[in-house]
Nanobody
Framework: VQLVESGGGLVQAGGSLNLSCAVS????????MGWFRQAPGKEQSFVAG????????HVAGSGQGRFTISRDNAKNEVYLQMNGLKPEDTADYYC???????????????WGQGTQVTVSS
């Protein structure tokens, strides 16, 4: 099983980024997906999750109104659209695959290598 994130980069505050995560090695449509982030010196935190069908989503409070998670089961990809980015959003962002939407990282079975997001003020 392989998860590969892309789309990170450097953006000014107020800007947008769309992260992607391509999944291979299993039946993608059977699994929930999540996005987590980890800033330097901080613990990993839940950003957003989406059910296997895409009908249910959950965005953590810090991203509500700014972040949107979506998926395309035909392409085996999950996305995180981030708008109105703030310097405090600076972190490494990771996608993860699991059985259901969960905020705890230990509920996910497979992880990508991460993509870096840097938001300048």
């Amino acid at each position: 099983v392989q998860l590969v994130e892309s789309g990170g980069g450097l953006v000014q505050a107020g800007g947008s980024l769309n992260l992607s995560c391509a999944v291979s090695g299993l039946t993608f449509g059977n699994y929930a997906m999540g996005w987590f982030r980890q800033a330097p010196g901080k613990e990993q935190s839940f950003v957003a999750g989406i059910s296997w069908s895409g009908r249910s989503t959950h965005v953590a409070g810090s991203g509500q109104g700014r972040f949107t998670i979506s998926r395309d089961n035909a392409k085996n990809e999950v996305y995180l659209q981030m708008n109105g980015l703030k310097p405090e959003d600076t972190a490494d962002y990771y996608c993860a695959l699991g059985g259901a939407i969960a905020t705890a990282p230990e509920e996910y079975d497979y992880w990508g290598q991460g993509t870096q997001v840097t938001v300048s003020s």
